[in-house]
């Protein structure tokens, strides 16, 4: 296994972005097929993934599989990190279960909206991802997958 310092780039932390950003190129998101997996890094099959995922694996060898499964929904297992940042009362990196909702995320963990002030939207995924506009009261009834 090797370690490799992406082009720091939010962007990177897709797979095909990172393996253009390994190779010299810019960080971009390439289209698939052909997934990494046939044809990856200089174009060889690779098994490519963020250190994210990479750091579950001690975890889940010394705690075993079944204990990590417990962690999340029936079809998304495990945990996952979000970098809250915003107009947020309490920001930073946290590590939730799979399948919790965006609500609890943003105003149990994150303290809700600085200043009490009324929620209006929220970006997932970074400049790749989209907004969820708040069109009612705090619809956040969207779980993390």
């Given at each position: 296994?090797?370690i490799?310092?992406?082009?720091?780039?939010?962007?990177?932390?897709?797979?095909?972005?990172?393996?253009?950003?390994?190779?010299?190129?810019?960080?971009m998101p390439?289209?698939?097929p052909?997934?990494?997996?046939?044809?990856?890094?200089?174009?060889?099959?690779?098994?490519i993934?963020?250190?994210?995922?990479?750091?579950?694996?001690?975890?889940?060898?010394?705690?075993?599989?079944?204990?990590?499964?417990?962690?999340g929904?029936?079809?998304?297992?495990?945990?996952?990190?979000?970098a809250?940042?915003?107009k947020?009362?309490?920001?930073?990196?946290?590590?939730?279960?799979?399948?919790?909702t965006?609500?609890?995320?943003?105003?149990?963990?994150?303290?809700?909206?600085?200043?009490?002030?009324?929620?209006?939207?929220?970006?997932m995924?970074?400049?790749?991802?989209?907004?969820?506009?708040?069109?009612?009261?705090i619809?956040?009834?969207?779980?993390?997958?």
């Amino acid at each position: 296994m090797h370690i490799k310092e992406g082009a720091g780039a939010f962007v990177c932390g897709e797979e095909t972005a990172l393996i253009a950003s390994i190779e010299g190129e810019r960080g971009m998101p390439r289209k698939r097929p052909p997934f990494p997996a046939a044809s990856g890094l200089w174009r060889k099959p690779t098994n490519i993934n963020n250190v994210e995922t990479y750091a579950n694996i001690p975890w889940i060898i010394i705690n075993g599989p079944e204990a990590y499964a417990k962690y999340g929904t029936e079809k998304s297992k495990g945990t996952k990190v979000f970098a809250l940042a915003g107009k947020i009362k309490r920001s930073g990196l946290v590590e939730v279960p799979m399948g919790i909702t965006i609500r609890d995320v943003i105003f149990k963990l994150g303290g809700g909206i600085q200043y009490d002030k009324k929620f209006k939207a929220v970006q997932m995924g970074g400049p790749s991802g989209g907004c969820i506009l708040s069109t009612s009261p705090i619809p956040l009834w969207i779980t993390i997958r």
